[in-house]
């Protein structure tokens, strides 16, 4: 277990990366805590992949350095950094049983046959695996060979992280619940220090203490799930975290209030922006309720999903969503209002504070 | 709803059944019919029963020849499966040299068989082929045309050279479809090259190296033109394999039914040593 640093890593695939945009992974500069949970959260392209593949010592960047633990381990390739990594398709041995799976990675580093009984025997039982653990490999379903590969980084107690690249992908859906949850007790009961890669957010959020929200190549934030629900630093990462995700509408600024369309709201504090920006104001359909008093709406479309309904209405010109209870009725002359605690502004896409 | 009842469909099966008919049925049937009649021309025929079986079982020259057959077939199974994983495995994955290599590897194989023979027979003359003659400047007595071993070396390296290709295609074909993941997970484990090779490469090509078992196992078991264009058998009848006695005892001889009865017995030998591979091989795949 450790932690991990990320000094000033960039990586471009080209030799001579010229611009910016060259490069598939934008400047990073953190510290992982060593113990925590990280999801790598983002679309197809967005160099989660690329910063895993940094960390799993799959590839050199082409600037900057990775630490372990205060070492440098930039240019260690992955058996000597001690990771371990599941991988999108099940990897196991076929032609093992699950304890030789489970035994390979310490036999191979000399250890002991007793030793290796001994720790193989726990990590079967940590994975409750002891029903299959004579069993070959080969036949086993998807979610279990999934539980192999895990087992295989587990059962060696000095890992410095496991990695996961959308270790779910190929699992039943009733079973990935599953996996899930006992991955995050493993994690609270061992914790190890984990780094999770996926596109879906639900997969991030419960995982995850920390979620890495990342697009086109830089990451956009890092924050627990809640900074994401609730201060969202990008407007990508409100519009990508929470279904819907978190209607952005044009405003303009003057003091403490902001003007949308022929509308006023009153911000918590003043906030101040350069002139040229963009300015827009976020909001999370969970934060806009019906009210008499409020702002006229027209309603273009209900959405009924189960337990809550989704409204998409126009406001001022702009499509806005929000979110319903199943029982709430939807009154014949809608008029919306804005919790102010759910409000953030943002600047060219990036949020800025507002002052008391 | 009355439902219509029309064969009349069968009919459109009906040139394949008549190409079937004319290509194997027929042709196999006229080998079973002479396999028990007796003829002396004339188109007379005399039922035998079942004694040309009883007559090439328990003959000592069909029992040499199935020797050598089994030895021949052996032998080049034992080298060029092998030879042809480790070509496989060092050849590169990708860029230029992989298709440089692919293309001389299917090289030999697009050359015709009696070519083959032709090409060997010549490289290995003793005084004036690159091969005989470069062994026996160094030293060594080697004359394929008159030592039973210089012979034999020589078929097998003919039929080494020649087939060895194909192995190392399908092995290569089953090797680039591993996904990349098996590696990258075998070096987080800490596995030597050997094990990479006994657990993850090993077991995955086991389909392809079934096929090539078989195709192999099928070809060199029927194998003809190129020793009989290389050493006609010879010398005496020590590369006579089983295809080559069958031809001399059909066309040579003109004995119809010993021959029928030979190639029976031939053609379900081979049928029952491929079901049995390829039950066994399979074995213990589905569970």
Same mark, same amino acid.
């Given at each position: ?29 953190? @510290? ?72 390979? &990675? ?48 587990? @059962? ?26 006992? !991955?995050? !007790? !493993? ?104 009210? &008499? ?28 969503? !929000? ?5 709430? &009725?939807? &009154? ?25 | 709803? /009355?439902?219509? %009842? =029309? *064969? ?6 009906? $040139?394949?059944?008549?190409?079937? #008919?004319?290509? #194997? ?11 028990? /009649? ?73 050359? $015709?068989? =009696? ?5 060997? *027979?010549?490289?290995?003359? $003793? ?15 080697? =004359?394929?045309?008159? /030592?039973?071993?210089?012979? %034999? ?47 993850? /490469?090993? $077991? ?32 005496? *009848? ?16 003109? *004995? ?18 491929? %079901? ?12």
């Amino acid at each position: 277990m450790a932690r991990i640093n990320l000094d000033h890593i960039r990586h471009a695939y080209s030799p001579n990366p010229q611009n910016e945009d060259d490069y598939a992974l934008k400047e990073v500069d953190h @510290v992982w805590d060593d113990g925590g949970a990280y999801a790598l959260l983002g679309p197809s392209g967005c160099g989660k992949t690329t910063l895993l593949n940094i960390i799993s010592g799959l590839l050199v960047p082409s600037e900057g350095k990775i630490l372990f633990d205060g070492q440098d381990v930039t240019h260690l390739n992955t058996q000597d950094r001690n990771i371990a990594q599941v991988f999108q398709f099940p990897v196991v041995y076929d032609t093992m049983s699950v304890f030789d799976n489970l035994a390979f &990675p310490l036999r191979n580093r000399g250890m002991g046959e007793s030793d290796v009984l001994k720790r193989v025997n726990e990590t079967i039982e940590m994975l409750d695996l002891g029903a299959w653990s004579k069993r070959r490999a080969q036949g086993l379903s998807a979610d279990l060979k999934q539980k192999i590969s895990l087992g295989r980084g587990m @059962v060696r107690s000095d890992v410095n992280a496991i990695l996961f690249d959308e270790p779910l992908t190929v699992i039943d859906p009733h079973m990935k619940w599953q996996l899930r949850s006992q !991955l995050k !007790l !493993l994690h609270k009961q061992f914790s190890h220090t984990m780094v999770y890669v996926t596109h879906d957010q639900t997969e991030a959020l419960t995982f995850a203490d920390k979620v890495v929200v990342m697009l086109g190549g830089e990451i956009l934030q890092i924050g627990t799930p809640e900074d994401l629900f609730e201060r969202p630093s990008h407007t990508f990462v409100g519009y990508f975290i929470g279904s819907p995700g978190m209607n952005v509408l044009p405003i303009a600024l003057e003091g403490a209030s902001a003007h949308l369309g022929a509308q006023a709201i009153q911000l918590s504090g003043g906030v101040s922006v350069q002139p040229s920006a963009k300015v827009e104001m976020g909001i999370r359909p969970e934060y806009i309720h019906f009210d &008499p008093n409020g702002m006229d709406v027209a309603i273009t479309k209900v959405e009924d999903i189960g337990r809550e309904k989704i409204i998409r209405a126009q406001l001022e010109g702009s499509e806005i969503a !929000l979110v319903l209870n199943e029982n709430e &009725p939807i &009154p014949a002359d809608p008029k919306v209002s804005f919790k102010g605690a759910g409000i953030n502004i943002y600047a060219d896409d990036w949020r800025v504070d507002m002052g008391a | 709803m /009355q439902k219509t %009842w =029309n *064969n009349k469909a069968w009919f459109l099966v009906l $040139p394949v059944l008549l190409i079937v #008919a004319l290509n #194997a049925v027929v042709p196999l049937m006229t080998v079973v019919n002479y396999s028990v /009649q007796e003829t002396f021309g004339d188109n007379l025929f005399f039922f035998e029963g079942t004694r040309w079986f009883r007559e090439v079982l328990h003959s000592d020259r069909f029992h040499a020849s199935l020797g050598r057959q089994f030895l021949f077939t052996f032998t080049i199974l034992m080298i060029e499966i092998p030879l042809g994983v480790i070509v496989a495995l060092s050849m590169p994955k990708s860029g230029v040299w992989a298709s440089v290599c692919l293309v001389l590897m299917a090289l030999p194989l697009l050359i $015709p068989w =009696n070519v083959v023979g032709a090409m060997w *027979n010549i490289f290995a003359l $003793p005084d004036i082929g690159l091969l005989g003659y470069s062994l026996n400047a160094l030293g060594i007595d080697y =004359n394929f045309t008159r /030592q039973p071993v210089s012979a %034999w070396l020589t078929v097998v390296m003919m039929d080494v050279w020649h087939w060895t290709s194909l192995v190392v295609l399908l092995a290569y074909a089953g090797l680039q479809s591993i996904d990349g993941a098996y590696y990258q997970a075998a070096r987080i484990d800490g596995a030597s090259r050997w094990s990479v090779f006994r657990y993850i /490469q090993l $077991p995955k090509l086991k389909h392809v190296l079934i096929i090539a078992f078989l195709l192999r196992f099928m070809d060199s078991f029927m194998i003809y033109t190129e020793p009989f264009v290389l050493t006609g058998g010879g010398p005496g *009848n020590t590369t006579t394999f089983l295809s080559i006695d069958l031809v001399k005892a059909a066309l040579g001889e003109f *004995n119809l039914g010993i021959a029928a009865a030979m190639s029976l017995i031939y053609f379900l030998m081979t049928l029952l040593v491929c %079901w049995l591979f390829y039950t066994l091989s399979m074995k213990g795949e589905t569970q």
